[in-house]
């Protein structure tokens, strides 16, 4: 059955152990995906440098969300034609199947060949439902449970190496370093000094460690229960990209029998609005597409725009899909409220002054044309929404104002 | 203007602090510009002009001849619309002394911005008047007779219950006959004992205006004394002239009582609000610590009398900046000097600490702040309990002393404030068990530490914040000068990071040019010019860095005059403003403007050019007392304008100040 999930491709993939056979054949589809070269590579060397011209965190993102293409969404629809199941049973069962083969996976890793990090998160992150900054956690509890330091202050050298070669693998995902330095302060500020016996105090961090990640796991639930009082009958709601948060309070305001529309925008260039309409649509939710520029044409009869976001940085402002800005702005000319859901593992402490103030996550742009020699070409995939025109957060501490995030960041890292 | 409209009920609270009190007698050289004031308002009133926060009121001022002048020069300040019965009955002797007209915005008659300004620049008289009461509601009254009953009435008005009670308009009427002749004493003891047998709530309320003319009882104890909402109504009839509330009609003037002059008193129910609510005790709590008024004679007496600084008076003073303490510097310093081995309660090292503050030998934030503490040390090393005293308690006031001492010779910073509020904390917080040498030592080392920690180290982790903002190809701009925005500076191009710096600098100080000379020394590529090219400048720039005195909780940075303008100009080219400051300037209070709290330079500074002979227009200015000077040392940057602030903490928007502010003191308590 979970054959038919959200993200069955990869699922498959997984099954089969044969990644050659996760990107359709290019020549198959009308608008070619864009299959990137590195990637293969990269699935056989855990440790690629991903810096020369794909950003890490957009490649696992194609692999979690796929690359939607005629071909897929035949695909998809014929199983939603199937009256096979919605995704809703089959995420958390998958979860939990995929958690418990990531613990027994992991004892194994951690016994046999020398432990690495990157293996491990790379592991996890492969996981279709694990957000990035709760594959970084996973994975960091995972260095606790091999380490073989025999006091506090090794554990925590080790612990502090581990998290930094994380962050440099990549230095383009948020959540990743947020996920990290989120740890690190959960683990180091915990009374685990207290105990005399460092053994004792292992087995608490890890125990620790899990449960973030299970906490980050609910995250999504808690995020969903707050939004979905936001959405009032008959509203019409603006959707931009494809995040699991923002898909989880529609669906649960779908369940609660809400009567909405969404209006989808394309998202160009990966198209994560064709798989997040497609997704909607398995739900009985009216769904519209738009093209992205269509976005102020459409805007006055949009009730709300309902985000997710890569990462909250400490203004309170957004990092997230290249796009989100300039829908921000409209909404905000017109005045219609920006709803943003994130969880709060994706707080950073970040402050970006201008869109260019981040170091830049690339990705590669397919035109469906070769680009005229000379021709640059903008690949920067995603961009920053400063807070003034964001009107609330959902997040798992609750419905935020974009002043509180600082707040909430001072608190946690002071 | 019309912005300035939905902050009339906000505005008087936050000016109440600082502005001229009724007790001060105006200046003799504006009182013919009375009628004249008065006369333009109300002209002006229907085009909905305003007074400009910056423009003085006429001043209220007694003319003994009797009820109608008081009257009418009593009213001046708000605009009165041509309303024939208006004129011909001399009304509103509550003038401007009644906040409640103006936040009666909608009425038609009136503009709603003049009043606004009439709120906000007299509302302030309201609480500071019901002080005066307290403390020396007598020499208050008698001194201003005229304005006292105006007070009367507003006070009995707005106290009269809820809305708008039907007997205020009596008794208003009543006090404005009373008024000529009637001696200060007699009308407080006429109170006394009219007081008694008069409903509770009224009681309460004139018992609180003692000493305020308060005469014809007869007629407010046949009224009953209802507090009802449906009281509104009737009020406002009687009111009469007054095109009062909030319905915005034109009310008829009522016939029924006739007791003097018509009198209105239009209260709506929130300035009553506004004076009910907050009774004495109450306010205490309100305002955090009541800072010196230096227009309030009472007080500037008082202090003068304790002070080691001799105060001469200063000659022409900026209206609306009375309050505030006046520069006489300058002729100072060598009385001082004089004294320096007379004063025996002072340590020679916050003497000498303070005699550089007063010539200007130490300037800025940290460097001030640092002095003072080293002083502070200083004397805590030369220290001995007297006999029969207790070390926490003796060393406390003298700390206090010395405080004083500098403040007379100049005005603290927030900074220094906040370091001395931690050296008494931890001066009270010594142990009963220490013996005097190890309380000493123990307060040099918190001393030290404060100074390592929250300056010198706190100083470093800002600058390895702010450099991360900078980048290849930068140009960043500064305004004056700045000791953390030069380390930055300094360390970013130590970092080999390529950048350009644009110094922009202001008279009088100019201070800029010390930053420019230490900058280009180290072989930084610089641009300098002075504040009058900022439009210009900004184009190219990328980053806006500036140091603050303070930063107050509401986001406000307080800073060297001019950085707001820098700011606002930044903010619309749309370049990012950073501000670096060190956590322990951060405070707890909030400030809206420059006016309520800033500090006076030497104003003969602005009015000569050095090496400009030929420019001596303002030559014999002090003669001249249509004339005064300004120049204000701090201004306040209001948040909008504020893109991000470095501190010690991290990178933070101004709307986390109050966060800062509120670990800051909880790792306070830990210390």
Redesign the interface.
């Known amino acids: 059955m979970w054959l038919r999930s959200a993200s069955f491709v990869l699922d498959k993939r997984l099954q089969q152990q044969e990644p050659s056979s996760f990107f359709h054949d290019p020549r198959d589809s009308a608008q070619p995906p864009p299959p990137s070269p590195s990637v293969d590579p990269m699935d056989q060397n855990p440790d690629p440098n991903p810096n020369h011209g794909i950003s890490a965190y957009y490649q696992t993102r194609a692999e979690h969300h796929a690359v939607v293409s005629s071909d897929w969404l035949a695909q998809a629809q014929a199983a939603i034609g199937r009256g096979a199941a919605p995704p809703s049973g089959c995420w958390p069962s998958a979860a939990a199947s995929s958690a418990v083969a990531a613990r027994t996976g992991s004892v194994g890793g951690g016994g046999g060949k020398p432990f690495s990090v990157i293996d491990e998160f790379n592991y996890w992150r492969k996981k279709p439902d694990l957000a990035e900054a709760v594959a970084a956690i996973m994975a960091l509890a995972a260095v606790i449970r091999s380490s073989e330091a025999t006091t506090m202050m090794e554990l925590e050298i080790e612990l502090k190496k581990a998290s930094d070669t994380l962050k440099s693998w990549d230095t383009t995902s948020i959540s990743l370093s947020a996920g990290c330095d989120l740890f690190m302060r959960y683990v180091t500020r915990t009374s685990a000094l207290e105990y005399e016996d460092f053994d004792a105090a292992k087995l608490r961090l890890i125990e620790r460690g899990e449960k973030f990640g299970e906490i980050s796991l609910k995250a999504r639930r808690t995020i969903a229960m707050l939004g979905q009082d936001f959405i009032f009958d008959s509203c019409t709601i603006l959707v931009h990209g494809f995040s699991r948060v923002v898909f989880e309070v529609l669906k649960l305001a779908a369940s609660n029998r809400k009567l909405f529309r969404v209006l989808c925008t394309e998202g160009r260039p990966d198209r994560t609005g064709l798989r997040f309409s497609n997704e909607l649509a398995a739900l009985g939710v009216p769904v519209k597409l738009l093209i992205d520029s269509a976005v102020a044409y459409s805007m006055d009869e949009v009730d709300m725009v309902f985000v997710g976001a890569d990462g909250v940085v400490?203004?309170?402002g957004i990092i997230n899909m290249m796009g989100t800005y300039q829908i921000a702005l409209v909404a905000h000319s017109m005045n219609k409220p920006v709803y943003v859901a994130a969880e709060s593992y994706k707080f950073a402490?970040l402050?970006p002054?201008?869109q260019k103030?981040l170091a830049p996550a690339l990705r590669p742009i397919d035109f469906g044309v070769p680009i005229p020699s000379g021709v640059e070409v903008e690949t920067s995939a995603r961009d920053y929404t400063p807070?003034q025109y964001l009107t609330l957060l959902f997040t798992d501490l609750g419905v935020l104002t974009p002043?509180v995030v600082?707040?909430e960041l001072?608190?946690l890292?002071? | 203007m019309d912005r300035r409209v939905p902050r009339t009920v906000i505005d008087p609270k936050f000016r109440q602090v600082g502005f001229v009190p009724p007790g001060a007698t105006p200046p003799p050289a504006r009182s013919h510009s009375v009628p004249n004031d008065a006369r333009s308002s109300s002209e002006l009133s229907l085009s909905g002009s305003s007074l400009s926060p910056v423009m003085i009121p006429p001043p209220r001022h007694a003319s003994a001849d009797g009820l109608p002048s008081v009257v009418r020069s009593a009213a001046s300040p708000v605009p009165i619309p041509a309303s024939p019965l208006r004129r011909d009955t001399v009304q509103i002797p509550i003038g401007s002394y009644n906040p409640s007209e103006s936040l009666l915005g909608s009425s038609p008659m009136m503009s709603p911005s003049r009043q606004l300004d009439a709120v906000s620049e007299f509302s302030d008289d309201v609480p500071t008047s019901a002080r005066l009461g307290r403390s020396g509601s007598g020499k208050f009254a008698s001194s201003f007779p005229s304005s006292s009953g105006e007070m009367m009435t507003m006070k009995i008005t707005g106290g009269g219950g809820g809305g708008n009670t039907p007997k205020s308009s009596l008794t208003t009427a009543s006090v404005v006959k009373a008024l000529p002749g009637v001696s200060e004493k007699d009308r407080g003891a006429l109170i006394e004992v009219q007081n008694e047998g008069i409903s509770k709530p009224q009681k309460q309320k004139t018992q609180k205006l003692r000493g305020v003319p308060f005469k014809r009882l007869s007629v407010q104890r046949r009224l009953p004394a209802k507090e009802s909402g449906e009281a509104v109504k009737p009020s406002a009839s009687s009111g009469g002239a007054l095109p009062a509330l909030k319905q915005g009609k034109v009310v008829k003037p009522s016939s029924q009582k006739k007791d003097g002059p018509q009198v209105t008193a239009p209260v709506a129910s929130s300035e009553k609000k506004v004076v009910d609510r907050i009774p004495d005790k109450d306010r205490k709590k309100d305002v955090p610590h009541p800072r010196m008024q230096f227009d309030d004679k009472h007080r500037v007496e008082k202090a003068k009398r304790r002070a080691v600084v001799n105060q001469s008076e200063a000659r022409n003073r900026v209206e609306l900046f009375r309050h505030l303490p006046q520069y006489i510097h300058g002729t100072q310093l060598p009385d001082l000097e004089s004294k320096f081995f007379q004063l025996d309660p002072m340590h020679p090292s916050v003497y000498k600490v303070g005699l550089q503050f007063l010539s200007g030998d130490i300037s800025g934030g940290n460097a001030r702040c640092i002095a003072m503490l080293l002083a502070f040390q200083e004397a805590i090393k030369d220290y001995s309990t007297p006999p029969e005293k207790v070390l926490v308690r003796d060393l406390t006031a003298k700390i206090g002393c010395y405080v004083s001492f500098l403040i007379e010779c100049r005005p603290l910073s927030i900074s220094m404030g906040n370091a001395i509020k931690f050296l008494k904390n931890r001066i009270a917080k010594l142990p009963h068990t220490l013996s005097e040498s190890e309380a000493k030592s123990t307060l040099i080392s918190d001393i030290d530490r404060f100074i390592n920690e929250k300056i010198i180290i706190a100083d470093k982790v800002i600058v390895r914040h702010a450099v991360t903002?900078i980048?290849d190809g930068d140009v960043l701009l500064t305004y004056g000068s700045s000791s953390i925005v030069e380390m930055i500076l300094l360390y970013a191009h130590e970092l080999g990071k390529q950048f350009r710096v644009v110094v922009v600098d202001s008279r009088p100080t100019l201070e800029g040019q010390a930053l420019l000379h230490k900058l280009v020394a180290k072989g930084l590529n610089c641009t300098y010019t002075h504040i009058n090219a900022i439009s210009y400048v900004m184009h190219e720039v990328t980053?806006v860095f500036l140091g603050a005195s303070s930063v107050l909780s509401n986001g406000t940075v307080y800073s060297r005059v001019g950085t707001a303008c820098v700011a606002m100009v930044a903010n619309a080219f749309q370049v990012?403003v950073?501000i670096c400051c060190e956590a322990y300037k951060f405070h707890e209070r909030v400030q809206l403007d420059s006016i309520c709290s800033n500090e006076l330079g030497d104003p003969d500074v602005i009015s000569k050019v050095p090496g400009r002979n030929d420019l001596n227009h303002l030559h014999s200015w002090a003669d001249n007392e249509n004339l005064q000077l300004l120049n204000l040392i701090y201004d306040a940057t209001p948040s909008d304008y504020i893109?991000?602030i470095i501190t010690d903490?991290?990178?933070?928007?101004p709307?986390?100040v109050p966060?800062?502010v509120r670990?800051y003191r909880r790792e306070h308590l830990w210390i």
């Open positions: 400490e203004s309170g402490r402050y002054l201008d103030d807070p002043s600082s707040d001072i608190q890292y002071l | 903002k980048r980053r990012p950073l893109s991000m903490y991290g990178m933070i928007p709307t986390s966060v800062i670990e």
